[in-house]
Nanobody, 121 residues
Framework: QVQLQESGPGLVKPSQTVSLTCSVS??????????WHWIRQPPGKGLEWMGM???????FYSPALKSRTTIFRDTSKNQFTLQLSSATPEDTAVYYC?????????????WGQGTLVTVSP
């Protein structure tokens, strides 16, 4: 059973970088057919997909955030990290990491509990 846990600062100043880490247990990040995502939800708004890193290490980003977003992994720690640069108050949101496994019988998604990041002076 995959479990995910987000960690990182809850308060970031404008223009700084939001940096969050997702610790993974129950599966190797390099296991075939696993995809590791970051999603966020600003207060009072819907979910926004930010990007993902594949089991092979390839990354894909939302076009709206691509210029400010980097996702990378540390396979020795089985963790992946989100960095969002040049933060503004509009980046205030609950940030989730999630996994998706695409198997022969369908897919399985698991989400972390989420962590609130506030961007404020």
């Amino acid at each position: 059973q995959v479990q995910l846990q987000e960690s990182g600062p809850g308060l970031v100043k404008p223009s700084q970088t939001v940096s969050l880490t997702c610790s993974v247990s129950g599966a190797s990040m390099r296991a075939n057919n696993y995809y590791w995502h970051w999603i966020r939800q600003p207060p009072g708004k819907g979910l926004e997909w930010m990007g993902m890193i594949r089991y092979s290490g390839g990354t894909f980003y939302s076009p709206a955030l691509k210029s400010r977003t980097t996702i990378f992994r540390d396979t020795s720690k089985n963790q992946f990290t989100l960095q969002l640069s040049s933060a503004t108050p509009e980046d205030t949101a609950v940030y989730y990491c999630a996994s998706r496994y695409d198997g022969a019988r369908g897919y399985v998604e698991v989400w972390g509990q989420g962590t609130l990041v506030t961007v404020s002076p």
